[in-house]
């Protein structure tokens, strides 16, 4: 396949190209570097089955030749990110949604939305299937980013509807891996960080709410399957990729400073509006769908995460 995704050079984005590009597919990234970073694809510039275009998403995108597929990644995703860049946040998930939907619509490409866990706000069902419809504040500080990718899941399925575009949707729950932001926000990355730095972790609120952690070389392979598998009317419903092993923050922060050998401390703040208190998908229709399971272990994968950090943390 030729394959263009926006967000190309964020955390998601350029392991994804990386698998496609093992696979044999074309790759066009498009990002505009308002997160993402040339550093995570430096290592594919030059390839002869890719290209980067710097470009932003919520402007009209013009690609010459044939695309197979469309993957919308294009997004500020941390809650750092979208607490900052609101207004960015809220434009990539409408103007940059239906600008990647109109390019899969003129290239009859296959299109694929990154949507996230995100849409059911702070759940008060556990876990999380696809068949629920959330609960949300929108006019919170997080409604920028949950109603933006809300109105993203709307928009590609109006597509689906009403031009018949073979448009699919993943709703991705809590990733780490290689290649995150030192400074992103996410609590992975904020705990590794500060046990290298020695600083205390900190836990926002008594650290009991709960999270599901998917190691990033198991998400992507799980998004490509979705990507590749054959069209299906059961595609008319998102699907849930992620890790449903569930455990506290407080258990993280511990594992965390066991494997760092860290002799941090750990100081609570005050819980953020709207933080939800639970986190873990049903992956129900991800193994009956495209028969993906989680492979990679909570330990493995921090120690790689880790092993990651250490050479961006002095």
């Known amino acids: 396949m030729r394959t263009v995704i926006t967000g190309g050079a964020g955390f998601l984005g350029s392991n994804l190209s990386d698998l496609l590009l093992e696979m044999g597919h074309d790759v066009i990234c498009l990002d505009n570097l308002l997160t993402g970073t040339t550093d995570n694809i430096a290592h594919l510039i030059g390839h002869p089955r890719y290209r980067f275009i710097k470009h932003d998403v919520t402007e009209y995108i013009f690609i010459e030749g044939a695309v197979d597929a469309v993957l919308h990644f ?16 809220l ?36 876990p999380q299937p696809e068949s629920y419809w959330g609960n949300v504040n929108p006019i919170g500080p997080r409604g920028v980013y ?3 990718k809300r109105f993203a899941e709307a928009m590609a399925m109006a597509y689906r509807r009403y ?25 992975v990355s904020n705990f590794i960080v500060q046990a290298l730095e020695g600083k205390p972790l900190t836990i926002y609120g008594s650290g009991s709410q709960t999270r ?3 190691y990033v070389s198991d998400l992507i392979a799980g998004i490509v399957a979705l990507l590749t598998a054959e069209p299906s009317e059961q595609f008319n ?3 849930n990729i992620g890790n449903p092993e569930e455990r506290t923050v407080h258990d993280l922060a511990m594992k965390i400073l066991t494997l760092t050998k860290s002799a941090s401390s750990i100081e609570t703040k005050e ?28 330990d493995e994968g921090l120690q790689n995460t880790i092993a990651y950090f250490r050479t961006k943390v002095s």
Request: glycine share 6%; with cysteine.
């Open 74 to 89: 294009a997004s500020p995703a941390s809650p750092i990110d979208y607490l900052e860049m609101p207004i960015q946040t």
């Open 91 to 126: 434009k990539v998930g409408s103007l940059g949604t239906h600008k990647a939907l109109g390019l899969a619509l003129e290239k009859n490409a296959r299109f694929l939305l990154a949507s996230t866990s995100e849409v059911y706000g702070d759940p008060l069902v556990n």
């Open 146 to 148: 949950d109603e933006a």
């Open 163 to 187: 031009h018949a575009i073979d448009a699919r949707i993943v709703r991705i729950f809590n990733t780490y891996g290689p290649r995150m932001r030192p400074n992103d926000g996410r609590v």
């Open 212 to 214: 599901s952690f998917c």
């Open 237 to 239: 419903v998102p699907v």
């Open 271 to 298: 819980l953020p509006i709207d933080d939800p208190r639970v986190r873990r998908p049903d992956i129900t229709r991800a193994r009956a769908l495209l028969n993906w399971n989680p492979k990679v272990g909570i």
